[in-house]
């Protein structure tokens, strides 16, 4: 099978704490980034979830305020009609 190159740039602390890792792991760079195409290629898909950013403590404060309104309904009213919700939010 005939080889080729491929370049990634990345920071320079990330591409040492995956040198290391990789090293743990008894293998190169090259090694990890062709078992991931390997199973991309395979599967036609990440195989990984990818998300957004860990919520800060405000947002995770919100999250929580709103399962625990969800799980007691006496904390907070519902609607079903936005132009009553409104109505009422702005009175």
């Known amino acids: 099978m005939a080889q080729t190159s491929v370049n990634i740039r ?7 704490q995956f040198e290391a890792f990789c090293s743990d792991m008894g293998m190169s760079m090259t090694t ?8 991309v290629v395979r599967e036609y898909r990440i195989p990984f979830e990818i998300g957004g950013d860990v919520p800060n ?12 309104m969800k799980a007691d309904p006496s ?13 009422e939010l702005l009175e």
């Open 32 to 39: 990890a980034f062709c078992i991931f195409a390997k199973k």
């Open 57 to 68: 403590e405000e947002t995770r404060q919100a999250i929580e305020e709103v399962q625990r």
């Open 75 to 87: 904390l907070g009213k519902s609607y079903t009609d936005i132009d009553l919700m409104m109505k």
């Open 10 to 16: 990345m920071d320079a602390d990330l591409k040492r």
